[in-house]
């Protein structure tokens, strides 16, 4: 278990987002669940998350380039990383770390080592 | 084999290979080659087959057909005649057997010094002198040079013609030699092309005015070819010595005389090949003409302009090639990774299901193992839904015509959505059109159709929340011969920019949850059926998708239990 280290989902699939919630609640995250990358700006304020997990079915149209671009600032700014599943290229995306990426499709325990990873905790 | 490839029409880069004795053309399914084109009649014209010739006839249809933009009623056809069938446009090509007139492989460039040693260069040009073909000396009118101007504008319109015609490269250069042949009194020609990657000249052309034993080697001096090409002119050579014309005891009175013209192909974009022609006169012919030359500098002129004309089709040809190889390139790449984009979602789906189970099974957690089911079945469905619609929309298909009941058909489809519409918040209304009788349709194609249909509009009136609503109903037109089934939603309807893209493949609106097959696999369908779709809407105001298509009633033949054909 890892405490209350606390996870943004932003995923347009409610399937494959709910599994997440329930994978990443069972390893010892809070999680909580924004279809898109405008819920999950409202989010972003009130939940503080220390990770965001974005798949790439968030953002991917080119109409949500503006979606995305203030995602990303409120996002950094919050201080909170990012793990992006699929490819999907954020602007402004910095070589400190701060945002990673998932290939597609990825395997469950994968996503969690990478959660771990980014956050610097390691699992026993 | 002989084929018709679909230039221009509804039915555009169709291929149809041309096999058996007759092969009707027309709208109607029963057709050999059938044309989605409302301009063409429902049998339009027959292709018949006698030998090896084919002939094209026209069926008494109500638009004509043309060929080559003229209309005719029976035409033989040859090697890259178009055919005007309404507004299609289909082109007949036909392999060249392989004759005496075309074995490039007897072809071969000399580098010995016996053939490099007779031959002399007595004439050459600039390609712009080529023009010259056409001119007529008004200080000293000849009516000869006007009448070898019009011939030579004559045979330079036929060339301009062959040029249009097609665009295989080696029917294009039999065409141009033979051509040559009939203005020119040449007894052997060849073309070649300069291979673009290894910049090697490749006999690609060659043709006979007698015929020849097969393993008859053509042998072209290098020397003249380096000129021509260094150059970039015309030559015309021979083989006698300026004195020994006149001189009995020379060499042309024991073998004869060898002439040569050999032209540079030069295009817009530089020389792509040369044209080579000879003759050779046999010693007593020679001595009859007095060493008189068989080829002109006309001749020579001539063959410039034709190498000329010839050059920028080859380059027309070549950059058409690369065009479309370019564009079918792009077209797989773009199919790949769209698809592999929605099979990668949907393994992810499987996965996030199956890691659900796991970790019920490991919990002891029914309700983690049941919904993590749902989610490996969801993901089923939607890959089994994936691969149909691909097969439907890339193969060519015959609707399999039976007689059906089509309101049990979108009963089955509306049975099928209510619960999908029930989960998203949508009501779905099916008001069946009363007493429709059964008609002749594919119900397993039109059952996919509509199916996709209602899909997109439960998915589009669930954009407004408690309030979607989706009706659909069956509609028998008879003052129009037609049958529609119709589906309207309320959702945020389509715009403009989205109408013009509604029907291309792979294009979705629905991100991940779309492949963007749906509605071209719709379309598809009902234009097998001979229908269309209509859709109306406007931004906010919900969108109604029309499925129409000719009312067929069952025959005699159907009542018995046999299939339309």
């Known amino acids: ?63 949500a380039a503006s979606a995305r671009q203030s995602f990303v600032n409120s996002a950094l700014r919050s201080g909170a990383k990012i793990l992006v599943l699929g490819r999907l290229s954020l602007a402004g995306e910095k070589e400190d770390g701060s945002i990673a990426h998932l290939g597609k499709p990825y395997h469950y325990r994968q996503l969690v080592g990478k959660i771990n990873e980014i956050t610097e905790l390691v699992a026993d | 084999m002989p084929s018709l490839f679909v230039i221009r029409g509804e039915d555009q880069g169709s291929r149809f290979e041309l096999t058996g004795d007759r092969i009707t053309l027309g709208r109607d399914p029963t057709n050999t080659i059938r044309l989605r084109d409302s301009e063409v009649s429902r049998r339009h014209a027959e292709i018949r087959r006698t030998g090896d010739e084919y002939w094209l006839v026209d069926l008494g249809s109500s638009n004509g057909t043309f060929v080559n933009g003229r209309q005719i009623t029976q035409h033989k056809l040859a090697n890259g005649d178009q055919i005007q069938l309404g507004r299609s446009l289909l082109l007949f090509t036909q392999p060249i057997e392989e004759t005496l007139t075309f074995a490039p492989e007897n072809v071969s460039i000399s580098t010995g010094e016996e053939s ?54 080696n029917q294009l250069l039999q065409r141009i030699l033979d051509l040559i042949f009939e203005c020119v009194e040449a007894d052997r020609g060849c073309i070649l092309l300069i291979d673009p990657e290894t910049r090697q ?95 002109t500098e ?70 983690l193992i049941h919904k993590g089911w749902k989610i490996v079945e969801k993901n089923q469905n939607r890959i089994s839904a994936l691969v149909m619609d691909m097969l439907t929309f890339s193969k060519e298909r015959e609707p399999e015509l039976v007689p059906a009941d089509l309101n049990q058909v979108v009963d089955e489809v509306v049975e099928l959505m209510q619960s999908r519409a029930e989960e998203m918040g949508v009501r779905l209304v099916w008001t069946p059109q009363p007493s429709l009788p059964q008609l002749v349709f594919d119900p397993e194609g039109i059952h996919r159709a509509v199916l996709n249909v209602v899909t997109n509009a439960i998915d589009a009136a669930a954009e407004r929340g408690a309030d979607g609503l989706v009706r659909v109903r069956t509609e028998l037109r008879q003052a129009e011969g037609k049958v529609a089934v119709i589906v309207e939603d309320n959702g945020p309807g389509i715009s403009r920019e989205e109408m013009r893209t509604l029907f291309s493949p792979f294009v979705s609106s629905k991100g991940s949850r779309g492949t963007g097959l749906g509605l071209p696999v719709s379309q598809k369908i009902i234009q097998e059926h001979d229908g269309r779709i209509l859709v109306e809407s406007a931004p906010g105001q919900g969108a109604t998708f029309i499925l129409e298509w000719p009312a067929i009633y069952p025959s005699a033949t159907h009542q018995n239990g046999e299939a339309s054909p």
């Not at chain 1, 996870?7 to 995250?29: A, K, M, Q, Y």
């Not at chain 2, 056409?134 to 330079?156: C, G, I, K, T, Y």
């Not at chain 2, 979602?345 to 970790?359: A, V």
């Open chain 2, 201 to 295: 000249l490749e006999p690609k052309a060659r043709r006979l005015r007698y015929g020849e034993a097969k393993d008859d080697q053509m042998i072209i001096s290098r020397t003249i070819l380096d000129y021509v090409l260094t150059h970039n002119e015309g030559v015309l050579t021979t083989d006698a010595q300026q004195d020994e014309r006149w001189d009995p005891a020379a060499s042309i009175v024991q073998a004869g005389v060898r002439e040569a013209i050999c032209v540079p192909m030069q295009g817009r974009y530089g020389t792509v090949g040369v044209i080579y022609i000879d003759r050779f006169t046999p010693p007593h012919r020679a001595i009859e003409r007095a060493g008189a030359p068989s080829f």
């Open chain 2, 116 to 169: 490099e040693r007779k031959s002399r260069i007595v004439r050459s040009i600039r390609p712009e002198e080529g023009s010259q073909i056409f001119r007529w000396p008004a200080e000293s009118p000849d009516p000869s040079a006007l009448l070898r101007a019009h011939r030579n504008l004559q045979v330079m319109y036929r060339a301009a013609l062959a040029a249009s015609l097609t665009t295989d490269i």
């Open chain 2, 298 to 367: 006309d001749h020579l002129k001539l063959m410039v302009a034709l190498a000329h004309q010839a050059a920028l089709a080859v380059e027309d040809t070549r950059y058409y090639s690369a065009l479309v190889q370019a564009e079918r390139l792009a077209a797989i790449g773009q199919t790949v990774a769209t698809i592999s984009h929605h099979i990668k979602n949907i393994l992810q789906g499987i996965r996030g299901g199956s890691y659900l189970i796991e970790m019920g099974l490991a919990e002891h957690n029914e309700e």
């Open chain 1, 1 to 63: 278990m890892f405490g209350e280290l606390k996870v943004l989902i932003v995923d347009p699939s409610e399937d494959t987002s709910e599994v997440l919630r329930l994978v990443l609640e069972r390893h010892g995250f809070r999680a909580v669940v924004a279809g898109t990358l405008g819920e999950s700006a409202q989010i972003l304020e009130r939940f503080r998350p220390d990770v965001i997990v974005v798949d790439e079915e968030a953002g991917q149209h080119p109409s």
